[in-house]
């Protein structure tokens, strides 16, 4: 009876151990690259690394941070094509549109704060970014084409982006939380802004 009674507690725990099993992506290989894209693109567009295709990104979208091995590699998305040397441990974003490029972006590596990239791909200016009454800088002057960062603690803060004092769009309200790293994209033409939390996909 005593062995029958454990041979029923194990097959009633190993279906939940699996589960559990099921939450946790895979762990990168070591010497792992980290790349993402942004489209800024009115359309679906596929996006590459060394020919192996990753996701089609939607229109004017972010994707995850992909796995990729370190070494030269050429990133591809519609008519972008960029050769890079990725190296291991590293976070990357490639820009398309008018003036594509990669750039390297700062690991979120401080557990108690929340991560903020600005990217600004709008026009010609400088823009900033601060708190929406403009009292407050977040992101000072970055130029077109390349990025800001910035560490700071979880708050909740109403946000906007800047040309010098005027105030070119609103981005709301948002939470910032401890271990997170965010995006903020202002594009060029249709004033559009894009807000999103940084994920990486390990399956592809």
């Known amino acids: 009876m ?10 009633m725990i190993a279906p ?13 290989p070591p010497g792992s690259a980290f790349v993402r894209f942004i489209n800024t693109a009115p359309e679906t567009r596929g ?21 990729m091995k370190e070494g030269a590699t050429k990133l591809m998305s519609g008519s972008v094509d960029v050769d890079h040397t990725v190296k291991a ?26 991560q903020l990239i600005f990217y600004n791909l709008f026009g010609t200016e400088s823009l900033s970014v601060k708190t929406a009454d403009g009292k407050t800088d977040i992101i000072k002057s970055v130029s077109r084409g390349n ?4 560490t700071m603690n979880a708050v909740k803060v109403k946000m906007a982006v800047f040309k010098g004092d005027e105030k070119i769009m609103d981005v709301g309200e948002v939470t910032l939380q401890r271990k997170a790293s965010y995006a903020l994209i202002m ?10 939390r940084a994920t990486t996909d390990t399956e592809k």
């Open 147 to 150: 990025s800001g960062e910035r």
């Open 187 to 196: 594009m060029d033409g249709i004033s559009k802004l894009m807000w999103t």
């Open 2 to 11: 005593r062995y029958f009674l454990c041979i029923l507690a194990f097959l």
């Open 16 to 28: 939940a151990f699996a589960q559990d099993q099921g939450l946790y992506d895979p762990v990168p």
């Open 89 to 114: 441990g590293k976070f990357y974003t490639v820009l398309t549109g008018e003036y594509p490029k990669v750039v390297e972006d700062k690991p979120a590596d401080d557990p108690s704060k929340a």
């Open 47 to 67: 996006v590459f690394a060394n020919g192996k295709k990753f996701a089609d990104a939607p229109a004017f979208s972010i994707t995850p941070y992909y796995v």
